[in-house]
């Protein structure tokens, strides 16, 4: 079976540099309408047998687009345990002066997870977040062989890291999830995990090569 993960299109909040969360939702930009349906073209051959998205609007949205270019119908199947991490007191706040007020904490979140204190936003935990979303994994009938996922980049890195084994402190080794971006977990047992593909956006770079060569 794989596994195939895809972290929603950009936002104004993404582009602003706030925090969204499980909460807070931003629309898409104009650009990643256009990012998602190249994206969409990629996977546009594959048959998927199940299609699994985030209940939240930029993720919903985001498996949309990207569907309407499959050749296949599909039903996708929205659920609040795909949402991101819920990051209490941070979501909305920008990121600038979440760094200038706790930048122990911010530094943990992006670079060691292991030393990240939920307690202190009232966020969810580390290990809230990545088995809400493992559950939904676990739950797959082992006889598929392709299934698509749509969510967010904590959230999905974080739970990523998890299923190929790695310790908490080390969750951030393989770097973080770009907006349109498809990474591939390959399986047989729903229990070990090889990675295939991380955070490939070789579609959006095919894109802007052509914005290049247009102008």
Request: proline share 2%; with cysteine.
């Amino acid at each position: 079976m794989k596994l195939y993960f895809v972290r929603h299109g950009k936002t104004l909040s993404n582009l602003e540099g706030r925090f969204q969360g499980s909460t807070i939702d931003s629309q898409l930009l104009p650009q990643a309408y256009d990012e998602l349906s190249l994206l969409g073209q990629e996977l546009r051959h594959i048959k998927f047998d199940e299609v699994y998205s985030s209940d939240l609007p930029r993720a919903l949205k985001s498996a949309e687009i990207i569907l309407d270019e499959n050749k296949h119908t599909y039903t996708i199947q929205a659920t609040k345990q795909l949402r991101e991490w819920y990051l209490g007191s941070l979501e909305g706040t920008k990121i600038s002066i979440a760094k200038a007020i706790y930048p122990k904490q911010i530094r943990a979140f992006n670079h060691n997870l292991a030393q990240f204190s939920p307690s202190i936003f009232d966020a969810e935990t580390l290990y809230q977040v990545t088995h809400r979303i493992i559950d939904v994994i676990q739950s797959l009938n082992e006889k598929n062989e392709n299934i698509l996922i749509v969510g967010h980049g904590a959230s999905l890195s974080a739970t990523i890291h998890c299923l190929l084994g790695y310790e908490p402190s080390a969750f951030k080794k393989l770097g973080h999830l770009d907006n349109t971006s498809l990474t591939i977990l390959e399986t047989s047992n729903l229990k070990e995990f090889h990675l295939v593909k991380w955070n490939n956006t070789e579609h959006l770079e095919k894109a802007q090569e052509t914005l290049i060569i247009s102008n």
